[in-house]
């Protein structure tokens, strides 16, 4: 008897820790979601920190936050697709030079349509609610 009551126990334990494995995989997934991908103290594009007291966050119409370099770099991309310049000031922002951007943005738009995704608010939930019961 003493037998089947150890192996209850075992078999409790381990779905205990599978249970805490898996809800700190939630939260580990959120964390690294927003402190890596929507850090507004950092340039979206080359992760550069933000000096928010100074010029260089720029004032253009951008979708995300850019550091100086970047932002110019976005608008001449914008300025391009859009055909308003047809030479670029840098000869290395070549055709090549237009597709990582080009690709940077498709990237960014699906991890936005990720995080409006049912199953990632679902996550938020679930990690919000983990996170009351324990405070």
Same mark, same amino acid.
């Given at each position: !008897?003493?037998?089947?009551?150890? +192996?209850?126990?075992?078999?409790?334990?381990?779905? @205990?820790? $599978?249970?805490?494995?898996? $809800?700190?995989?939630?939260?580990?997934?959120? =964390?690294?979601?927003?402190?890596? @991908?929507?850090? +507004?103290?950092?340039?979206? =594009?080359?992760?550069?920190?933000?000096? !928010?007291?100074?010029?260089?966050?720029?004032?253009? #119409?951008? &979708?995300? &936050?850019?550091?100086?370099?970047?932002?110019?770099? %976005?608008?001449?991309?914008?300025?391009?697709? #859009? /055909?308003?310049?047809?030479?670029?000031?840098? %000869?290395?922002?070549?055709?090549?030079? !237009?597709?990582?951007?080009?690709?940077?943005?498709?990237?960014?738009?699906?991890?936005?349509?990720?995080?409006?995704?049912?199953? +990632?608010?679902?996550?938020?939930?679930?990690?919000?609610?983990?996170? /009351?019961? @324990?405070?």
């Amino acid at each position: !008897m003493g037998e089947i009551i150890e +192996f209850g126990k075992r078999a409790q334990d381990l779905k @205990t820790l $599978r249970d805490d494995g898996i $809800r700190q995989r939630k939260i580990d997934a959120l =964390k690294k979601f927003f402190q890596c @991908t929507r850090c +507004f103290l950092r340039c979206a =594009k080359c992760g550069t920190q933000l000096d !928010m007291g100074t010029e260089e966050v720029t004032r253009i #119409a951008a &979708p995300y &936050p850019f550091c100086r370099n970047c932002s110019e770099e %976005y608008q001449e991309y914008k300025e391009r697709v #859009a /055909g308003d310049q047809q030479q670029t000031k840098c %000869y290395w922002h070549n055709d090549s030079w !237009m597709k990582v951007w080009q690709s940077w943005l498709e990237h960014q738009k699906r991890l936005d349509e990720y995080r409006q995704s049912k199953e +990632f608010l679902q996550l938020l939930q679930e990690v919000e609610a983990l996170l /009351g019961s @324990t405070h």
